[in-house]
Nanobody, 119 residues
């Protein structure tokens, strides 16, 4: 599956952005999607994830109540609505699609989109 992110940019603290991730290829190749981010000098971390089938979600504690992950199955697109952005949200945001099964995880990654939050 190929993934293409869009929607990043520069925003002031307190502002909002919406990221999109469009998937091409068969949806049978993944059953979970998520957003990860990586700030300079830091490890990549999970921001939010969504199970493609039932839409269940989970979030990093740092973004709970501010970010919302969603998907449009018909469009094979995932979104991340980011509100009340903080400077510490500045990072490259990566889209992930994964096939997750017992003892196995096969990942696909997008190239990333930069999000910069100014104070």
């Amino acid at each position: 599956v190929q993934l293409v992110e869009s929607g990043g940019g520069l925003v002031q603290a307190g502002g909002s952005l919406r990221l999109s991730c469009a998937a091409s290829g068969s949806t049978f190749s993944f059953n979970s999607m998520g957003w990860y981010r990586q700030a300079p000098g830091k490890q990549r971390e999970l921001v939010a994830a969504i199970t493609w089938g039932d839409g269940s979600t989970n979030y990093a504690d740092s973004v709970k109540g501010r970010f919302t992950i969603s998907r449009d199955s018909a469009k094979k697109t995932m979104y991340l609505q980011m509100n009340s952005l903080k400077p510490e949200d500045t990072a490259v945001y990566f889209c992930n699609a994964a096939w997750v099964g017992p003892g196995i995880r096969v990942n696909s990654w997008g190239r990333g989109t930069q999000v910069t939050v100014s104070s």
